[in-house]
């Protein structure tokens, strides 16, 4: 099972500023968890991890998901609050490549831009306010998906 970890703008600065939303972990310690995490699910399932500051990377990397992955967990991060395209390149291929929205932060208890989010109907779930752990419940709830 070959799942693919998206991550969008400025997430690469992750463990930088404002641990108290964030969390301290950085991008690459959150890689870390979720590969160690998908080893204990079971030694079939492969992560392919990426971060871009572009939109149309990500958008282009979704597209090209299909036939490659299994299923997408996407943390859009601002992206998920202005992006119709993202939106619809995830309705694109959610036949073939379901996908799972993540966020550090609980976005609802913030300011009220970040309540609405654009890409969670393309999404089969979304998990938010967790941290860096949130990945790794949106792995295993991913994992146990494509499983039944
Ligand atoms: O809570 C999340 O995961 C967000 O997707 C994070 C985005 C934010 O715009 C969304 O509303 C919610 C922000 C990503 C950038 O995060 C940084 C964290 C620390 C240092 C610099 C950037």
Redesign the pocket.
Known sequence: MKILVLN????N??????PDI?GTETLADIEAEVNTCAGQLGDDIEIEFRQSNSEAELITWIGEARGQYDGIII????L??TSLGLADALKAVADAVPAVE????N?HA?EEI?HKSLTASACIGQL?GFQGFGYMLALRALVNKLST
Do not use: D
């Open positions: 969008g703008p400025n997430l600065l992750l463990g930088t500023r404002e964030y943390n859009p991060a601002a998920t609050h993540v966020h550090l932060s976005t913030r970040r938010m």
